[in-house]
């Protein structure tokens, strides 16, 4: 999504009239309105993580990705399978500012998507790294970012294919966004695109795209990556013609220098302190659980060093599982230099409870100076988060898993969505959709504003936010069914996948309303569970103590003894830690101060109040 790091991070609404365009005309000012209302509702950002085939445990490919904004209601989209009448059109409306395009000629054909993943099990992720403000608007620009996934998901089948038909539809309808990082993956590529509009007097945009080398794995959270590439490698490296000679045009490269030497990141989107300390951290918090000499890369991560850049990709040490990929979206700079829980550095923003969680703004002021606050990968304002997974040895009915969960990454459950289910879970379920065409009319009454107890992002959020507020209590028994709940699923699937695998042998469409139906049920089924254990996570922390059940039974009927009438809990009360009653008394301590030696008196009476 786009990222709320720069002051250029949102393109504006078009301007022009024709079939293809924004119905702005007229109403140019009321869609401004709308765009620059959406600018101060949130702040967006995101984070992807790629693996290839031959980096996992099981040879599956894999994209992370998290969309985190404050003002974006998690949920799960919908595309059904269509076949189109010669002639059709389609609307675009643009996901960031939920303002209506225009109209392009529909395809023949279109594929089902869950989410970001086809039936044909290829999956689209993003970043938007913004770039030169002086390309990030493209009057009569009709497609932006998150348009072009989902119809080229609608529309394509591998990787390659994803790429080309990218670059040739904001060609012909113009790139109505920032620059962007794009991850695509098929059961056998994983690709990085990176892309960026090429402003106002030309349609269109210019491109690299690199394929990660098996084995390796790679990741990008706002800020472009590819620099070199190769002009001549086309099975690794796809561009648009016109990548290094219209930074000629427009100033942004000598035309002296070598087309070979030219870095699409240094000249689109020139790596600063920004780039680096914010969006750069989350790839190396990656990069260095996955290999060591990552931590070479850390005085440019800081920010302190900005020509020390990491390589677009590296090895891992050992393979990956899913598992694996699902907590390293989870991390809080555990264990490094960026680590922030006020243990092993003092910090008050940590509070009493250790939290490694800040409050918006990134950066802020005090005494004249700027300051900022960790941008880690667990974050609060996260709305929905994946893990696709695209399997080889499966059969495209079966093959494709949509790992999907909403909230907070590091309190959320992912649970197994086949890309070719023909309904999503009513609890993931919205209404309104990423746009008209993706709505789940029959998901649940819910919305950013309006609260429900059976929308899948309000029963995650009631978890979460309480998390926050007593995080090193109730942080680790999150985890323990976060845990629980995913091994479950993980070990479910097996069982799914060899079931629905024997009913398609007869009949794909029975499997794959086997696949719906599991799918649905899995999901909403998550969501009565995740609100019941909130329920006894409040019972078991309310009010500053620890309640759990006694020994003791409640009485039943006649019986007298060894019990009471009544569930009475033992509440154990937590206090604080011995550094957080230190500082206490460091800062405030003549106050607190017990003037004279306690007599039996005063601890008979202590007990009492």
């Known amino acids: 999504m786009t990222g709320g790091l720069r002051s250029h991070t949102l393109a504006r609404p078009p301007q022009h009239k ?32 790629l693996i290839t085939k031959g980096a996992t445990v099981d040879g599956s490919t894999q994209i992370s990705y998290a969309a985190d904004s404050g003002s974006l209601y998690g949920s799960l989209g919908h595309y059904a399978a269509k076949i189109h009448a010669n002639g059709s059109t389609r609307e675009v409306w643009d996901w960031d500012s939920g303002v209506f395009m225009g109209e392009i000629t529909e395809a023949s054909e279109t594929y089902n998507v869950v989410g970001n993943m086809n039936e044909h099990q290829l999956a689209i992720g993003e970043t938007t790294f913004g770039g030169l403000e002086q390309l ?63 402003g106002p007097g030309e349609k269109g945009a210019v491109w690299v795209a690199m394929r990660i080398p098996d084995g390796y794995v790679s990741g990008h959270a706002n800020q472009a990556r590819i620099q070199t590439f190769p002009r001549d490698d086309p099975d690794n490296c796809m561009f648009s013609k016109d990548v290094v000679s219209f930074a000629v045009t427009k100033g942004l490269y000598p035309a002296s220098a070598k087309p070979e030497d ?60 899913l598992n694996d990929t699902f907590w390293y979206m989870r991390t809080h700079f555990e264990g490094t230099w ?69 909230d907070d990454t590091a309190h959320s459950v992912h649970f197994p969505m086949y890309a070719t289910a023909t309904s999503v879970p009513a609890a993931f379920g919205d209404r309104y959709g990423q746009e008209p065409a993706a709505a789940v009319k029959y998901g649940v009454d819910g919305d950013g504003l309006n609260f429900s107890f059976d929308s899948a992002w309000w029963v995650f959020n009631l978890v979460a ?59 909403n089924t998550l969501v009565k569970t995740w609100l019941s254990f909130f329920t006894k996570l409040f019972t078991t922390y309310r009010d500053g103590f620890r309640n759990t059940e006694t ?59």
Not at 159 to 165: G, L, T
């Open 338 to 406: 960026f680590q922030n829980y006020g243990v092993e550095r003092a910090d008050v923003g940590a509070g009493a409870f250790h939290s490694p969680y800040r409050w918006r703004p990134l950066e802020w002021q005090s005494g004249g100076k700027t300051y900022v606050n960790e941008r880690t990968v667990g974050t609060q304002q996260t709305a929905w988060h994946f893990v696709a997974q695209m399997r080889s040895w499966i059969p495209d009915p079966v093959g494709g898993l949509f790992w999907f969960a909403v």
């Open 18 to 49: 024709s079939q293809h365009t924004a119905m702005c005309g007229t109403m140019r000012v009321v869609c401004a309105l709308v765009v620059a209302a959406f600018v101060l509702a949130g702040v967006d950002a995101c984070t992807n993580y």
């Open 465 to 523: 936010n309480y998390a926050y507020s007593r995080y090193s209590d109730v942080n680790a028994d999150v985890a323990a069914n976060i845990v629980a709940i995913e091994k479950q699923f993980i070990e479910e699937v097996v069982g799914i996948d060899e079931a629905a695998m024997a009913i398609a042998k007869d009949s794909r469409e029975d499997a794959i309303a086997f696949l719906t139906k599991y799918s649905a049920d899995t999901g």
């Open 551 to 609: 020994s003791v039974p409640v009485c039943k009927p006649g019986q007298r003894e060894n019990c009471t009438f009544r569930p009475i809990p033992s509440s154990k009360e937590t206090g604080y830690d011995k550094a957080w009653y230190a500082r206490i008394v460091s800062e405030n301590g003549e106050h607190y101060h017990v003037p004279a030696q306690q007599q039996e008196h005063d601890r008979r009476k202590l007990r009492l109040v």
């Open 136 to 198: 990030g608007h493209q009057p009569g620009a009709i497609i932006d970012y998150g348009s072009l996934i989902w119809i080229t998901l609608q529309r394509t089948k591998t990787a390659r294919e994803a790429i080309q038909f990218m670059g040739s539809l904001v060609a012909e309808y113009g790139y109505a966004s920032e620059g962007e990082s794009f991850s695509i993956a098929d059961p056998n590529e994983v690709w990085v695109l990176e892309m960026i509009g090429k």
């Open 262 to 321: 030219f870095s699409f990141s240094d000249t689109y989107d020139p790596v600063g302190f920004t780039g680096a300390r914010f969006c750069e951290v989350r790839v190396w918090a990656f990069f260095r659980q996955v290999n060591a000499s990552m931590e070479s890369h850390l005085d440019y991560v800081q920010g302190y060093n900005l020509k020390n850049r990491m390589p677009l990709y590296v090895k891992p040490a050992k393979k990956i599982a």
